[in-house]
């Protein structure tokens, strides 16, 4: 029902930035919000940073002055403006979206298929 298109990972060295973004498409009635989350190898998936339709933001402690999460509404896209990115960033990085559907005018939960992020000398 709904795709989330993510683009921007790599390899940078420490300090570098990146730019990760995500574009959600299909039967879209309302993004409710937009954000990421990352999972480097064994450890858990947790959230990165989330903008909500309001435009409120909410970061993890860790990439707080770091990262920047932004959004294009009309284009229900996301942004993530990764800054002095360093190696304990290295993680796979998943968008997602809380969308109500065209559907049942409920909302659900969509993950992009991931993005690999490896910040490395």
């Known amino acids: 029902q709904v795709h989330l298109a993510e683009s921007g990972g790599g390899l940078v060295q420490p300090g570098g930035s990146l730019r990760l973004s995500c574009a959600a498409s299909?039967?879209?009635?309302?993004?409710?919000?937009m954000g990421w989350y990352r999972q480097a190898p064994g450890k858990e998936r947790e959230l990165v940073a989330v903008?909500?339709?309001?435009?409120?933001?909410e970061y993890a402690d860790s990439v707080k002055g770091r990262f920047t999460i932004s959004g294009e509404n009309a284009k229900n896209t996301v942004y993530l403006q990764m800054n002095s990115l360093k190696p304990e960033d290295t993680a796979v990085y998943y968008c997602?979206?809380?969308?109500?559907?065209?559907?049942?005018?409920?909302?659900?939960?969509?993950w992009g298929p991931g993005t690999q992020v490896t910040v490395s000398s």
């Open positions: 997602n979206a809380r969308v109500v559907v065209t559907t049942d005018y409920n909302e659900h939960a969509y």
């Open positions: 299909g039967s879209i009635f309302r993004v409710n919000a």
């Open positions: 903008m909500f339709s309001g435009g409120m933001t």
